[in-house]
Nanobody, 126 residues
Framework: QLQLVESGGGLVQPGGSLRLSCAVS????????IGWFRQAPGKEREGVSC????????NYADSVKGRFTISRDNAKNMVYLQMNSLKPEDTAVYYC???????????????????WGQGTQVTVSS
């Protein structure tokens, strides 16, 4: 079993930055990747970024490449999502999740993610 808790969401102006954090606890050897997903009202949940537990390989959705950076601190069991140059269309509830099976090239896809956090709201508005 794994537990994931997100933090760091809030209200930010367009062009601003936020850093989301995901605290992972439990049997931390049981996952192969941590992903960040988001869901805006009336839209499907979409993958934003992911990082593999072995090797640290990353992947990003095209919509956030060059603006978002995922990273991890293995000693603290933390995963971060640094979000820069935020746009109103980035507004959503952001979730971190742990995958029990996936590969780097596909780790932004929801398939394979078994454990989910409760989400944190990010609002980009002037």
């Amino acid at each position: 079993q794994l537990q994931l808790v997100e933090s760091g969401g809030g209200l930010v102006q367009p062009g601003g930055s936020l850093r989301l954090s995901c605290a992972v606890s439990g049997v931390t050897s049981s996952y192969v990747a941590i992903g960040w997903f988001r869901q805006a009202p009336g839209k499907e949940r979409e993958g934003v970024s992911c990082i593999m537990s072995i090797g640290g390989g990353t992947n990003y959705a095209d919509s956030v490449k060059g603006r978002f950076t995922i990273s991890r601190d293995n000693a603290k069991n933390m995963v971060y999502l640094q979000m820069n140059s935020l746009k109103p269309e980035d507004t959503a509830v952001y979730y971190c999740a742990a995958a029990t099976f996936t590969v780097q090239a596909m780790c932004t896809r929801i398939h394979g993610y078994r454990y989910w956090g409760q989400g944190t709201q990010v609002t980009v508005s002037s």
